[in-house]
């Protein structure tokens, strides 16, 4: 896609269509911040010319993708907006009549060579360890010859006229650059055989209709843009600010790659991650802000962002630590009554979806009981998923405990729990109170150590022989459901 922002100021995002992945929703973030920064707008557009590379579902993927990440753009193909529409295929018309245009000026032409021919050409190149490139042959057809090949309907492309003396450009991050791309190139396609447009047209022609002011995208696109400039020069237009940003890479300093099929964002989304964990470690590993420490919400990386910190070293991603990073930003969630209430809901859902039928006393689908949990759990989980995995199942269904369990962990285990339905009567259910009844109830046992007295009451409560502490599960359950169990299990 192209992101680009508006008067002011238009970044573009431009995306090829395909799912969107951590390096393509890195470039929408950077756009996103600078167009928020900046109060410009941040424009989504959909590069999908190259027919043979569409994925069916790819486009409604990305828009999705960017708003389950709190970055939609302000103008796209499903939001619409003043200069659409913002799918190229459905531009054909506007590429078309700008080739015409360069054509007519001389600056463009027909070229007639077929596939085979720049087959040969290509292996002529590569067998005597050249690089491959057009010979332009069709630059010099006169005008006669063009109408009779014309005349036989005869396949061409139209190709667009490099030409020698490129002007330096100054890039935001990289700073003064030119490439003198006659020298090494031949003459690019500009339209396909199949009326499409290449990227290379279809975005100078985007991005002068759509007041782009700002294109911010990635450093493999650096080598073409001098390519470009001559084609803002050709046409007679203000060309664009460009800011190539840094690659993407593993922590090993190898590519990310698209077939590892993990770097795509709805692996992340169908992990449990949050999104601004994944926000938070994309630029956390790179450069563009004051300072990078982990927890960041997106209105603080919009504040600390400065477009020219961003440096041209590669950033390297270390997706070991990601889980640390959900896990500092649920904590914050869970910390915002706003955001805590939207948890719950979602909470609400992976309970009913998990243990449904199971569920005796609908009371652990309310909101101050769930808001309890999340409150006392927070700091030791890392997805919100967690809560519903067997580990925790006691929070919502009640366990099937036997007394022949008990008797196996300790033979007093009828005095113990008589004691604990005594104390939950009159203890404030806080842990400091909890803790200190828990540890009298010592003297007042025979033989069961203060170690083997909580292993039996956990057992009582949760079924299980870990967990969070005996305090804590009480105070998660709640007085009524800690009588209701240890009574269940003395009347068994």
């Known amino acids: 896609h192209d992101m680009g922002i508006m008067p002011g100021l238009v970044p573009h995002l431009f995306l090829f269509v395909g799912f969107l992945h951590l390096g393509g929703l890195r470039t929408a973030l950077y756009n996103y911040i600078f167009a928020k920064k900046h109060r410009g707008s941040f424009v989504l557009r959909l590069e999908d010319t190259d027919q043979s590379r569409l994925v069916p579902g790819a486009a409604q993927s990305i828009e999705d993708m960017l708003e389950w990440a709190g970055i939609p753009p302000d103008e796209s193909p499903r939001r619409g907006g003043a200069y659409g529409p913002y799918q190229q295929s459905q531009r054909l018309e506007l590429y078309r009549e700008a080739a015409q245009t360069l054509v007519s000026r001389g600056m463009a032409y027909r070229c007639f060579c077929s596939p085979q021919r720049l087959e040969l050409l290509k292996k002529e190149a590569l067998r005597s360890r050249q690089t491959p490139r057009y010979d332009n042959r069709c630059r010099h057809l006169r005008s006669d010859q063009v109408e009779e090949k014309l005349g036989r309907s005869q396949p061409h492309v139209i190709r667009f006229r490099l030409e020698e003396g490129v002007e330096p450009f100054e890039d935001v991050v990289f700073g003064w650059n030119r490439h003198e791309v006659a020298a090494v190139e031949g003459d690019p396609v500009i339209i396909k055989a199949d009326g499409f447009p290449t990227y290379h047209l279809a975005n100078v022609v985007d991005d002068h209709h759509m007041h782009i002011s700002h294109v911010l995208r990635g450093t493999e696109w650096l080598i073409s843009t001098s390519k470009h400039l001559l084609m803002y020069k050709a046409f007679g237009w203000q060309p664009p600010t460009f800011a190539h940003l840094p690659l993407l890479l593993n922590k090993d300093g190898s590519k990310l790659s698209k077939r590892q099929g993990d770097i795509f964002i709805e692996h992340f989304v169908a992990g449990g991650y949050l999104p601004e964990s994944l926000l938070d470690i994309i630029t956390n590993c790179g450069s563009g802000f004051t300072n990078n420490r982990p927890g960041r919400t997106l209105d603080e990386l919009i504040s600390e962002f400065d477009v020219t910190k961003i440096t041209t070293h590669s950033a390297l991603l270390d997706l070991d ?87 196996q962990v300790s033979a007093e285990f009828n005095t113990i729990l008589a004691l604990v339905l005594e104390l939950i009567q009159t203890v404030d259910f806080t842990p400091q109170a909890l803790n200190l009844e828990l540890k009298g109830l010592q003297q007042k046992t025979k033989s069961t150590k203060y170690s083997a007295t909580m292993k039996l009451l956990r057992l009582a409560l949760s079924g299980q022989q870990q967990g969070p502490s005996v305090a804590e599960m009480m105070i998660s359950l709640g007085p009524k459901e800690v009588y209701h169990r240890l009574q269940r299990v003395l009347n068994c």
């Open 321 to 407: 630590k990601l889980p640390d990073f959900n896990r500092i930003h649920l904590l914050q969630r869970i910390g915002d009554d706003g955001k805590c209430r939207s948890l719950v809901r979602d909470l609400q859902g992976h309970i009913e979806q998990v243990y449904g039928p199971q569920i005796e006393d609908k009371d652990v689908l309310h909101q101050e009981y769930i808001e309890r949990i999340l409150q006392l759990r927070k700091g030791h989980i890392t997805y919100l998923q967690e809560l519903v995995s067997p580990a925790y199942s006691y929070l919502w269904v009640r366990p099937t405990v036997s007394q022949g369990q008990l008797q």
